[in-house]
């Protein structure tokens, strides 16, 4: 069948916000420490203990933001333990993430020194699990204020004279689970109570977020909506894919048709949950003044055999490019409501951008769709209409082609994702309001579907010029590979 794709490039559909790009880093497994923090004293090349190679490989995606210190270890953190010089700092067991000894030697400091390398915005997560107003408040202090105060002098005593710029900050985590097993009301009622202490100190505008819903938890955000909205400015939601369901998710590399297709059937699922939790939204924030924060999103198996079942360290194949591409393709297409969304997560931890062994680093595929993506971040949506026919296997049905389409510095980048893994997909790609000149395009495919870059082969899977495509007047005749992944770029 010939699929129809219409992209009206005069129809204006709002900016995509670049934090839709963004992502998550938790002191989980070898996230933090071996992923980003080796200390200034490894052999492996190092700015003041933060690993040159990973900062490079993020900034190459232009990396805009950085959710820390969790995640379910937020609800566990005291910061305090995190300042002052290193060999006085307090360990202590990381309770959710493999028993192992947390050093605390990646604090405050570090994490606002590695955004700034990063050139990303931090986006802080509080703890109102197991914290209290009273610590929180005082965070935000020494993080913002520029005065005299305890915090703010003690902030100078460990060797930062000037306030961080702090805009994003979580009041609480999956309080629904690991954060507390809080009923929506309470949390809610605890909500508006620490929010009052999220302070503003000088010209500095915090961002609040709520903690929402875990997937089809509609209640939860009819709650806190009712509430607690006029006090956020932002609420999350949290939505993983797991192709066996959630306790026995699957493996990353050794999966099967039927598992392929399902994964694939549960990632477009992330689309109705937007909508759904958006109606409600709307219900009581009508002008969309709320976000909608997706800070924790990806696809999560089983562990690697033979590792630490706590630190969810997962291989990272095609299969999860086209989770990643199809995904960010919904995330474009809602960007009235979804203003952020943090992948989960950075380094060596679910659906990675880069995984690392000892001195080696190696970029994955969902890497490579976040690179050919970047040409979205606060470009403008345009419209795009796509009469695509479906994929179907068993049970499982799901539309063969998802997209998104934006302009951005003169040119018209329109994103295909075929996630049917057998056949290719013939568009019929009609381009409006522009004109159709100087074509290119960019891909990412596989011959297998659970093709993989190793420390071996690290260059297995990458993206690679595209041409699959005939000009013919202001139509594309476009043939998607099967699972392929395509960025076209159209030159106004």
């Given at each position: 069948m010939a699929n129809k794709v219409v992209v009206n490039a005069d129809v204006k559909q709002g900016t995509i916000n670049k934090n839709i790009y963004g992502h998550f880093a938790e002191h989980l497994g070898r996230c933090i420490y071996?992923?980003?923090?080796?200390?200034e004293d490894s052999d492996i090349p190092n700015t003041n203990g933060i690993r040159n190679d990973v900062v490079e490989a993020l900034k190459n995606i232009d990396i805009p933001l950085l959710r820390w210190p969790g995640g379910c270890f937020a609800d566990e953190y005291h910061w305090k333990d995190g300042v002052g010089p290193r060999e006085n700092r307090k360990r202590m067991v990381n309770t959710h993430w493999g028993g192992v000894i947390e050093n605390n030697h990646f604090g405050t400091h570090e994490f606002m020194m590695l955004?700034?390398?990063?050139g990303a915005e931090p986006y802080i997560n509080g703890n109102v699990g197991s914290g209290t107003v009273q610590e929180m408040s005082e965070w935000v202090e020494y993080m913002t204020f520029n005065g005299e105060s305890p915090m703010a002098n003690w902030r100078q005593e460990n060797g930062r004279e000037e306030p961080w710029k702090l805009k994003y900050f979580g009041v609480g985590n999956e309080n629904w689970g690991c954060g507390g097993n809080m009923r929506p009301q309470y949390y809610a009622d605890l909500y508006r109570r620490f929010q009052t202490y999220v302070r503003n100190y000088g010209d500095n505008k915090i961002f609040k977020i709520a903690g929402g819903a875990n997937v089809d938890d509609y209640n939860w955000t009819e709650v806190l909506m009712r509430e607690a909205a006029r006090f956020m400015d932002g609420l999350s939601l949290h939505y993983y894919v797991h192709p066996g369901g959630f306790w026995n998710k699957g493996s990353a590399t050794d999966f099967t048709e039927d598992e392929w297709n399902i994964t694939m059937q549960k990632t477009l699922y992330i689309e109705e949950l937007i909508e759904k939790h958006s109606t409600i939204m709307d219900k009581y924030d009508p002008e969309k003044r709320i976000a909608m924060i997706v800070d924790e999103w990806g696809a999560w198996y089983d562990v690697e055999p033979g590792t630490n079942p706590g630190f969810l360290y997962q291989q990272n194949t095609i299969r999860d490019a086209l989770v990643a591409g199809a995904t960010l393709n919904i995330f474009n297409n809602h960007n009235d409501r979804v203003r952020m969304a943090n992948i989960a997560q950075t380094v060596n931890v679910i659906q990675s951008m880069v995984l690392t062994e000892n001195e080696k680093m190696i970029l994955t595929p969902t890497y490579h769709v976040f690179e050919m993506y970047k040409v979205h971040q606060d470009a403008e949506r345009v419209a795009l209409d796509l009469e695509v026919?479906?994929?179907?296997?068993?049970?499982?049905?799901?539309?063969?082609?998802?997209?998104?389409?934006?302009?951005?510095?003169?040119?018209?980048?329109?994103s295909l994702c075929n996630m049917d893994k057998d056949n290719s997909a013939t568009l019929d790609l009609q381009l409006r309001g522009a004109d159709l000149t100087n074509v290119s395009g960019r891909i990412i495919t596989a011959t297998e579907m659970n093709a993989m870059n190793t420390f071996e082969e690290p260059e297995n899977v990458k993206p690679a010029a595209f041409n699959g495509f005939e000009a013919n007047g202001n139509a594309l005749n476009v043939e998607l590979p099967p699972k392929s992944v395509v960025v076209l770029s159209i030159a106004e």
């Amino acid at each position: 069948m010939a699929n129809k794709v219409v992209v009206n490039a005069d129809v204006k559909q709002g900016t995509i916000n670049k934090n839709i790009y963004g992502h998550f880093a938790e002191h989980l497994g070898r996230c933090i420490y071996e992923g980003f923090w080796v200390g200034e004293d490894s052999d492996i090349p190092n700015t003041n203990g933060i690993r040159n190679d990973v900062v490079e490989a993020l900034k190459n995606i232009d990396i805009p933001l950085l959710r820390w210190p969790g995640g379910c270890f937020a609800d566990e953190y005291h910061w305090k333990d995190g300042v002052g010089p290193r060999e006085n700092r307090k360990r202590m067991v990381n309770t959710h993430w493999g028993g192992v000894i947390e050093n605390n030697h990646f604090g405050t400091h570090e994490f606002m020194m590695l955004c700034d390398m990063l050139g990303a915005e931090p986006y802080i997560n509080g703890n109102v699990g197991s914290g209290t107003v009273q610590e929180m408040s005082e965070w935000v202090e020494y993080m913002t204020f520029n005065g005299e105060s305890p915090m703010a002098n003690w902030r100078q005593e460990n060797g930062r004279e000037e306030p961080w710029k702090l805009k994003y900050f979580g009041v609480g985590n999956e309080n629904w689970g690991c954060g507390g097993n809080m009923r929506p009301q309470y949390y809610a009622d605890l909500y508006r109570r620490f929010q009052t202490y999220v302070r503003n100190y000088g010209d500095n505008k915090i961002f609040k977020i709520a903690g929402g819903a875990n997937v089809d938890d509609y209640n939860w955000t009819e709650v806190l909506m009712r509430e607690a909205a006029r006090f956020m400015d932002g609420l999350s939601l949290h939505y993983y894919v797991h192709p066996g369901g959630f306790w026995n998710k699957g493996s990353a590399t050794d999966f099967t048709e039927d598992e392929w297709n399902i994964t694939m059937q549960k990632t477009l699922y992330i689309e109705e949950l937007i909508e759904k939790h958006s109606t409600i939204m709307d219900k009581y924030d009508p002008e969309k003044r709320i976000a909608m924060i997706v800070d924790e999103w990806g696809a999560w198996y089983d562990v690697e055999p033979g590792t630490n079942p706590g630190f969810l360290y997962q291989q990272n194949t095609i299969r999860d490019a086209l989770v990643a591409g199809a995904t960010l393709n919904i995330f474009n297409n809602h960007n009235d409501r979804v203003r952020m969304a943090n992948i989960a997560q950075t380094v060596n931890v679910i659906q990675s951008m880069v995984l690392t062994e000892n001195e080696k680093m190696i970029l994955t595929p969902t890497y490579h769709v976040f690179e050919m993506y970047k040409v979205h971040q606060d470009a403008e949506r345009v419209a795009l209409d796509l009469e695509v026919g479906e994929v179907k296997h068993g049970d499982t049905s799901f539309p063969q082609v998802n997209g998104s389409a934006s302009k951005k510095d003169g040119k018209i980048n329109i994103s295909l994702c075929n996630m049917d893994k057998d056949n290719s997909a013939t568009l019929d790609l009609q381009l409006r309001g522009a004109d159709l000149t100087n074509v290119s395009g960019r891909i990412i495919t596989a011959t297998e579907m659970n093709a993989m870059n190793t420390f071996e082969e690290p260059e297995n899977v990458k993206p690679a010029a595209f041409n699959g495509f005939e000009a013919n007047g202001n139509a594309l005749n476009v043939e998607l590979p099967p699972k392929s992944v395509v960025v076209l770029s159209i030159a106004e």
